[in-house]
């Protein structure tokens, strides 16, 4: 069982003034079926101006990059948008290659955040410089089914199992991901899983933050409540139980 620990900022304002020294680069993988940002046009400016924001779009959604943002996000020094075969693994990889800072931070594009998750993640990264750190999480309105109970497996599969998922804010010093070899590009699915038993297996402190990170739903209503929680359910466990043996044996 894994030992995870949890961030201990309380600051909920948006004063961003002790944060600027460190250096982010936040990586936002857009798919061919995406058709914007949503609510991260709003959340995106949450982050200090230094930030550097990296949207990072496929081949079948090559239009992207001209979806008109508004000016206070388009303005933004640090805004890039970069090309990647299609597949998650490898646009995140692309992201994190073309990177100028000193931590990644991976959001999914269906995902949200407030100003709890910028404070604490910034303090986060000052205490504890070396984690993986990644945050609680929640399910938007969108969806159909108990989607809180999801959340709540999740949240104690975090914590108690150290096993999160990438919807829940992946950061990480880009020299360990780069030492980690990144995210597996060949994997059929789950290669944030895998990264994570990567970071296990090379002694990587996991931290688990309070704040919440909220990502949508609506796979639940299109896919069937039921049918799709026990779809990941055995997914993951048929992943893991690999990675749990390779632990063990210290490989």
Avoid at 94 to 112: E, I, M, P, T, Y
Avoid at 135 to 148: I, N, V
Avoid at 161 to 171: E, H, I, K, R, S
Avoid at 212 to 230: C, E, M, N, Q, V
Wanted: some cysteine; hydrophobic content about 45%; aromatic content about 10%.
């Amino acid at each position: 069982m894994a030992v995870v620990s949890g961030s201990s900022a309380l600051c909920h304002n948006n004063d961003h003034s002790a944060l600027a020294p460190i250096s982010l680069s936040v990586i936002i993988p857009m798919g061919p079926e995406e058709s914007g940002l949503g609510r991260l046009v709003a959340d995106l400016l949450l982050l200090p101006i230094e930030t550097e924001i990296l949207l990072v779009y496929c081949t079948q959604s090559s239009g992207l990059q001209q979806l008109p943002l508004p000016d206070g996000l388009a303005r933004r020094p640090n805004l890039r948008w970069l090309h990647a075969p299609a597949g998650r693994a490898s646009q995140l990889n692309a992201g994190a290659g073309a990177a100028r800072g000193q931590h990644l931070w991976f959001v999914h594009v269906d995902s949200g955040f407030t100003p709890w998750v910028v404070s604490e993640l910034f303090a986060a990264i000052v205490q504890r410089p070396d984690a993986l750190h990644f945050f609680r999480l929640a399910f938007s309105p969108d969806g159909a089914g108990p989607t809180s109970l999801n959340a709540l497996g999740a949240n104690w599969r975090s914590g108690c199992l150290g096993v999160p998922f990438g919807d829940q804010g992946f950061c990480l010093p880009v020299e360990l991901f780069k030492g980690l070899g990144g995210y597996d590009e060949t994997a059929r699915y789950g290669e944030d899983h895998l990264l994570v038993w990567q970071a296990r297996r090379a002694g990587v402190k996991l931290d688990f933050c309070r704040a919440i990170i909220t990502t949508s739903a609506r796979k639940y209503r299109k896919r069937g409540w039921a049918s799709l929680t026990l779809r990941y359910q055995w997914l993951w466990l048929k992943q893991a139980l690999p990675q749990v043996w390779a632990l063990l044996l210290g490989r």
